[in-house]
């Protein structure tokens, strides 16, 4: 039997890699290990597992000061998670605030790997700490932006005082940003008044004011207008920058990193598919890994099994195509100490579940 493991993360318990490593333990059987991501934490993880490449360690800029980054090179491909470089994470909860962090640390990561010989940028828009419409990244990579004083970087709050811009051409690159939303740049769904408060943007209405300025200015100089663009608003504006400046498309993530990974043909010559993450329940339903996992499976009638930390609805995921849902936690333990004890448990639960499984 050739079973393939196709899971995302178990946040803060194991990668998706050393899930499918604990599926492997608990069989002789084939197992195909296929790590998956959504374009959130984890997905540079994922990507690197499966594609042949380099991670490259460098100093770029942060949310405020110069932070370390790691990114992926492969060929002339290069795997950007832009969370390295200005993520929420990287900035103390009581310091955060959109409107003042950049984004400038993702264009020192494109300007590198492009030296180091990448033309097709993969960019993961994820968990970022800003709201400055990839302004700061835009600037970086040579866009230049000017007030009344002269050229200057925007971060969100400046990007009210934009008066001219000015954009090279980039030949011979390509852009792709990966990500779940689908936010337009403004509105009520747009970057600021969606993400805008966990950034701890100070005041929405206002920076909602700058960010249309920008839009505004962009659609001018540009003579196009990509603001209404699903994903636009996803990394407080970054998707804007890739598809309205670099003529770059957004994609989903999980379907980018199953067509990295070759998943739909892994799954066609399975005979059992398993996946899962941290936590499955009604939510699993609305585009996360579990279910793109279930689609494909879908189309050549491949039993899929879900295994996840935490399991709630469990008749909603039945209903919707799973062959079957497990729970991978049985014992009474307080949280750190089950998340600790994940990939033990994982594969305690599929030897178990194979055990009494019928080919």
Same mark, same amino acid.
Do not use: W
């Given at each position: 039997?050739?079973?393939? *493991?196709?899971? %995302?993360?178990? @946040?803060?318990?194991?990668?998706?890699? $050393? *899930?499918?490593?604990?599926?492997?333990?608990?069989?002789?059987?084939?197992?195909?290990?296929?790590?998956?991501?959504?374009?959130?934490?984890?997905?540079?993880?994922?990507?690197?597992?499966?594609?042949?490449?380099?991670?490259?360690?460098?100093?770029?800029?942060? =949310?405020?000061?110069?932070?370390?980054?790691?990114?992926?090179? +492969?060929?002339?491909?290069?795997?950007?998670?832009?969370?390295?470089?200005?993520?929420?994470?990287?900035? +103390?909860?009581?310091?955060?605030?959109?409107?003042?962090?950049?984004?400038? !640390?993702?264009?020192?990561?494109?300007? &590198? +790997?492009?030296?180091?010989?990448?033309?097709?940028?993969?960019?993961?828009?994820?968990?970022?700490?800003?709201?400055?419409?990839?302004?700061?990244?835009?600037?970086?990579?040579?866009?230049?932006?000017?007030?009344? %004083?002269?050229?200057?970087?925007?971060?969100?709050?400046?990007?009210?005082?934009?008066?001219?811009?000015?954009?090279?051409?980039?030949?011979?690159?390509?852009? @792709?940003?990966?990500?779940?939303?689908?936010?337009?740049?403004?509105?009520?769904?747009?970057?600021?008044?969606?993400?805008?408060?966990?950034?701890?943007?100070?005041?929405?209405?206002?920076?909602?004011?700058?960010?249309?300025? &920008?839009?505004?200015?962009?659609? #001018?100089?540009?003579?196009?207008?990509?603001?209404?663009?699903?994903?636009?608003?996803?990394?407080?504006?970054?998707?804007?920058?890739?598809?309205?400046?670099?003529?770059?498309?957004?994609?989903? !993530?999980?379907?980018?990193?199953?067509?990295?990974?070759?998943?739909? $043909?892994?799954?066609?010559?399975?005979?059992?598919?398993?996946?899962?993450?941290?936590?499955?329940?009604?939510?699993?339903?609305?585009?996360?890994? =579990?279910?793109?996992?279930?689609?494909?499976?879908? @189309?050549?009638?491949?039993?899929?099994?879900?295994?996840?930390?935490?399991?709630? %609805?469990?008749? *909603?995921?039945?209903?919707?195509?799973?062959? %079957?849902?497990?729970?991978?936690?049985?014992?009474? +333990? =307080?949280?750190?100490?089950?998340?600790?004890?994940?990939?033990?448990?994982?594969?305690? #639960?599929?030897?178990?579940?194979?055990?009494?499984?019928?080919?």
């Amino acid at each position: 039997m050739k079973i393939v *493991a196709a899971f %995302d993360s178990f @946040k803060e318990s194991m990668s998706a890699y $050393e *899930a499918g490593l604990a599926v492997q333990r608990a069989t002789d059987h084939e197992v195909i290990i296929k790590p998956m991501a959504d374009g959130g934490e984890g997905t540079l993880e994922a990507i690197k597992s499966f594609l042949k490449g380099d991670i490259h360690n460098l100093e770029v800029h942060g =949310p405020f000061n110069k932070t370390k980054a790691s990114l992926l090179i +492969a060929d002339k491909i290069a795997i950007i998670e832009c969370a390295q470089a200005c993520g929420l994470d990287l900035v +103390a909860e009581d310091k955060r605030n959109g409107s003042k962090t950049t984004t400038r !640390g993702i264009g020192d990561m494109v300007r &590198y +790997a492009y030296d180091h010989g990448a033309r097709e940028f993969i960019i993961t828009l994820g968990g970022s700490s800003t709201n400055d419409g990839g302004a700061g990244f835009l600037s970086s990579l040579g866009v230049e932006f000017y007030n009344k %004083d002269g050229q200057f970087i925007p971060t969100g709050e400046t990007l009210s005082s934009i008066e001219d811009i000015r954009v090279p051409q980039f030949k011979y690159m390509s852009f @792709k940003g990966i990500c779940d939303v689908n936010n337009p740049l403004l509105g009520k769904q747009g970057a600021t008044m969606v993400f805008g408060a966990q950034k701890g943007v100070k005041d929405l209405e206002l920076q909602e004011k700058a960010m249309t300025h &920008y839009a505004n200015k962009s659609a #001018e100089v540009l003579h196009k207008d990509e603001r209404n663009y699903p994903g636009a608003g996803a990394a407080g504006g970054l998707g804007f920058a890739i598809v309205a400046y670099l003529n770059g498309e957004l994609v989903g !993530g999980f379907d980018e990193v199953a067509r990295l990974s070759h998943l739909e $043909e892994a799954i066609k010559e399975a005979d059992l598919v398993f996946t899962g993450e941290g936590s499955m329940d009604h939510q699993t339903l609305m585009g996360k890994t =579990p279910q793109g996992v279930l689609e494909l499976a879908k @189309k050549y009638n491949k039993k899929v099994v879900g295994f996840a930390g935490k399991v709630e %609805d469990k008749e *909603a995921l039945l209903e919707a195509g799973f062959y %079957d849902i497990r729970c991978i936690n049985h014992q009474e +333990a =307080p949280l750190h100490e089950l998340l600790k004890k994940g990939a033990s448990n994982l594969e305690q #639960e599929v030897r178990e579940y194979l055990k009494h499984y019928e080919i």
